[in-house]
C-alpha cells in the first residue's frame, strides 16, 4: 500500500482548488487555455509554488503570469475559503511549458503514424 505525505495531499487539494478559482477569474490578460499543472507545498505550509501552463506565445504567457500574481490576494482569500487550512499558504505562480510539450508531442505522434501508415500502403 502506497503511503502519501500530508503535504502530497495538500497539494493535490490545492491544485484543484486553484484549477476552479482560476477558471472563475474574469482577467482578460488569463486565456480559457491556463491550467494548473502542479502544485509544490512547501513543508511548513507556507508556500505554495503553482505550476502554470497557458497555451499561447510568450507575450500570453507573461500577460497570464502578471495576471495571476496582480490578482494573488483575491485567489489566496479564496483559497482559504475552499480549502480548511490553520494558515492558507501564499501562491506562487510559475508558467510551465508542458501544454505545447504535449501538444508538439502529439503532433510527432500523428507525423509518424501518417508515415508509418505511408509505408504500409506503398508494401
Given at each position: 500500500m502506497a503511503s502519501f505525505k500530508r503535504t502530497d495531499r495538500i497539494s493535490g487539494e490545492i491544485q484543484r482548488a486553484l484549477s476552479?478559482?482560476?477558471r472563475d477569474?474574469?482577467?482578460p490578460r488569463i486565456p480559457m487555455m491556463t491550467s494548473?499543472?502542479?502544485v509544490e507545498v512547501s513543508g511548513d505550509?507556507?508556500?505554495a509554488k503553482a505550476l502554470i501552463s497557458v497555451m499561447g506565445d510568450s507575450e500570453t504567457k507573461a500577460a497570464a503570469i502578471?495576471?495571476?500574481k496582480s490578482a494573488s490576494g483575491f485567489i489566496r482569500r479564496e483559497l482559504g475559503s475552499r480549502v480548511r487550512l490553520r494558515t492558507t499558504p501564499e501562491v506562487i505562480f510559475e508558467a510551465s511549458d508542458s501544454i505545447e510539450h504535449g501538444a508538439h508531442i502529439?503532433?510527432?505522434l500523428h507525423q509518424v503514424f501518417k508515415?508509418?501508415?505511408a509505408d504500409d500502403g506503398d508494401n
Open positions: 476552479d478559482i482560476i477569474l474574469k482577467d494548473v499543472v502542479a505550509l507556507r508556500y502578471k495576471g495571476l502529439n503532433e510527432l508515415e508509418d501508415k
